[in-house]
């Protein structure tokens, strides 16, 4: 692997799927390959699991770790040609390029601004850093995708599996904020290079990206999509369409015990942070059938499978 | 040791102190304890002498150290139950559960909110992440109480002592901002556990809880108090009467060279930072008889014989 | 070297140059030079290029670090006597000690304010850090200097010279806000430690100390500046004698391919962050003279240079 954008960087899930088993088994087994390697960790927005896991991983690998808050130190232009006399103090030709100057890795967090979807869905800010630096990138979330946490999703299905095919329902949950739609992109892309049978619901006027949902069964009746579902995937998204807003169309879309009942005794899962009675009910979480802080645990597993897999060929 | 929460969790204080002796007098001597751990320090508040000397503790010992600044990211929900739609982004009950798959120890400080007496003498914050958390937490100060802190400035006396049972006074002291308790409550709590001779002076209306000073001999004459003083440790608190207020009686509470002058010839201690020239004068801050930067030095001991303790039954 | 605070603690240039080099080659060569040693670095100002390749550079030598943004925690109070009842928590005399008990190295960025010249050039921050620590202080920036950016640029200059005296011209450049004279001061002070030709060109009013130019070529014409020069290093900073203040006489001074044509096809240097197409034209950033990039990795040799220095007389 040469870097870590997108799950096309991802040729054979299977075998990463036994080579993260490993690791999960011995986490400090490989300590020495990161050894005299630093990875720089930029976040232009807040993370805990992500920013956790991921040192934890490398760290698990002997690699230092440096993290910086972007957005705190200065502002950095993205725009080709742009005359700097107003806010941004460097352009991405230079802090990518410098950056990897005093690092042999890059982690970079940048979520979409959800107000222009044509540059969230060009992945602007991540493909220019990518572009301009001059060593790995790993994408620790970006404008569309969240590929550590759909791989990690992948990872928990497999462990937690019962059937050979499970039947794996995505469904839109209420939030109070308009929250991007890379989670749940991300998860469809992972989900069609498995062979587990992919349902998503969501209410009209939520529907995902054609350009990750073509040819999956969508539905927008949440209760039929529960029904002998095996792994029930909860994740709320602002609209594609009326781009980056809440629609007033979400009442009692919250998973609730009773929907979890229409299940074939489905896991819950989700990316976390949840908020506890709109997203989801205490019952359900608080149930044993809950897997999510397992999900988060193999954040750490996964991050350290894409970075030893990328090591690999520094 | 299986956590530090408080003053509770240590049985024997001198054969700590004994074992904090030599690692004062060793670093590094232990040094392998730490490998492959990982020690993630949560601040909802500033820090100085506490996370340097933590880190650099655990760091001593071997172990790798993640730094969070909870609140920049975002809110903590404590309440169960809760309907989480506002400003909380996550529940605790998540938030310690995740974070523990990441670390081996979990660091909290998290100071009284000053508003509501019975929420910050309950110690619902450490409470509840000490609840969620499956791995040992180590109190970084919290609501009520600072162990750390008191624990090293017993370790400060027991050096600085020129007699077996010395007189130690606890001062109330002037400052400008309204602070927590947990100091003065922590300090008083820490000197029952040894022989020395406790006297508390502080104004009327700046009485501590009973829940740590019954038993204790008390006086609002602070002169009274110093006579014969062979340590002198001052420090402001809020009211707990009129919970959190700062009471218009403290003129003439500063710790004077005059004041020291009726002491025998006692060392002055701060837990720092302190105000100058309105907690203490200048002169008394810059004789020899202040010892408040050997007491910060003391928190790096005392934070690694306590961080090697629980080490020694993870 | 005891400390590095300014070019007078480098009395051989030549011979850490050469060891300079040595480091460039072989990073990793003296990585237990700094065994169980911590470096804390402190940020009064943001920090990119010097945090990182500061930290990367202890972290080769095998030291620990520590960063801390100082002015997200609170305000450290500087005068002598001051009645602290005010905004200040702490003051530096406690402040610097206490830092010094947990590490072995100090890093301090502390950029000017601006308002008061006598207090920036009498360097009052740097110099009480230094007064009052007990261990080493690297400047990572200070009011009026920023050595370990102009040691980088001279082993810059002396890996790209094609002639034993280059001509080496510091022109101003326009910028929109109000910068500090530190890098430029900087440069010109370690330029007088080399034998090359240095010319300074600036706008009337923004001529620099004569603390730091006495004895330089100083030319207010910026084209016959750059006739045959080796190497262009630009930067902006705003009036020493209008003091802090941008001056209404700048246009024209950007950087273009234009008046590099002028010269004898110099290298373009720049400390950055950089504003195109303000400071200097994309054309000139994006040509194969341009050496910011270079320039910016070396900050992590020199950095690793001075510690090295440094911890050897630890």
Redesign the interface.
Same mark, same amino acid.
């Given at each position: 692997m040469k870097q870590f954008l997108s799950s096309s960087d991802v040729l054979y899930v299977n075998s990463l799927l036994k080579k993260a088993k490993r690791i999960q088994q011995d986490?400090?087994g490989n @300590?020495m390959i990161g050894k005299?390697k630093?990875m720089?960790l930029l976040f232009f927005n &807040?993370? /805990?699991?992500t920013?956790?896991?991921t040192? !934890?991983a490398a760290?698990?690998l002997g690699m230092?770790v +440096?993290t910086?808050n972007v957005s705190?130190?200065?502002g950095i232009?993205f725009e %080709?040609?742009?005359?700097? @006399?107003?806010d !941004?103090? =460097?352009?991405v !030709? =230079?802090?990518a390029?410098? +950056?990897s100057?005093?690092?042999d890795l890059i982690g970079l967090r940048t979520f979409a601004g959800l107000q222009d979807r044509e540059a969230d869905y060009e992945e602007k800010i991540l493909n220019q850093f990518a572009k301009y630096a001059t060593v790995p990138i790993v994408n620790l979330e970006s404008a569309t995708v969240h590929p550590l946490q759909s791989f990690a999703d992948v990872f928990t299905i497999e462990t937690y599996k019962k059937k050979k095919r499970p039947k794996v329902v995505l469904t839109w949950a209420p939030h &109070?904020r308009a929250l991007p739609q890379a989670v749940a992109n991300s998860f469809v892309e992972w989900m069609k290079k498995t062979d587990y049978e992919l349902v998503i619901t969501q209410p009209k006027g939520y529907e995902l990206s054609t350009q990750f949902t073509t040819g999956c069964s969508i539905t927008y009746d949440q209760q039929e999509a529960f029904h002998d579902a095996d792994f029930i995937y909860a994740k709320n998204w602002s609209s594609y369409s009326d781009y980056g807003k809440i629609l007033p169309t979400d009442v009692n879309w919250m998973i609730t015990a009773e929907k979890m009942a229409l299940t074939n005794d489905a896991c819950f899962m989700h990316c /976390? &942070?949840?908020?506890?009675?709109?997203v989801v009910e %205490?019952m359900v979480? %608080?149930s044993p059938n809950s897997i999510?802080?397992q999900q988060?645990?193999n954040r750490?597993v996964i991050a350290q499978t894409v970075l030893s897999e990328i090591l690999k060929n520094l």
């Open positions: 986490s400090y @300590n005299n630093t720089v &807040p993370s /805990l699991r920013r956790l896991s040192q !934890k760290q698990n230092h +440096i910086m705190q130190a200065w232009e %080709d040609g742009a005359v700097m @006399n107003l !941004k103090a =460097e352009h !030709k =230079e802090a390029a410098v +950056i100057q005093y690092a &109070p /976390l &942070p949840v908020r506890r009675n709109v %205490d979480l %608080d999510v802080i988060a645990a750490e």
